[in-house]
């Protein structure tokens, strides 16, 4: 895989952003709890490119 280091590279931030969302929810601070969530969608935004612009190799033809 291609992009494997970025894309574990993206998960692991999306991870500590999932930590820092919670706790604002525990904090009950909603502005930073939407500029997290806009910052996890555009992650899941980049790694879903990574990805989709990877080559796909025999195995998964055969599932498709």
């Not at 280091?5 to 604002?24: Q, R």
């Not at 601070?29 to 899941?44: A, G, P, W």
Request: hydrophobic share 30%; proline share 0%.
């Amino acid at each position: 895989m291609k992009y494997r280091e970025a894309i574990l590279k993206k998960l692991d931030g999306l991870e500590s952003n999932l930590s820092k969302l919670n706790l604002f929810l525990n904090r009950g601070d909603r502005e930073n709890c939407r500029e997290i969530t806009n910052s996890l969608k555009e992650q899941i935004e980049q790694i879903k490119g990574y990805v989709e612009s990877e080559n796909i190799d025999g195995r998964e033809l055969n599932k498709i």
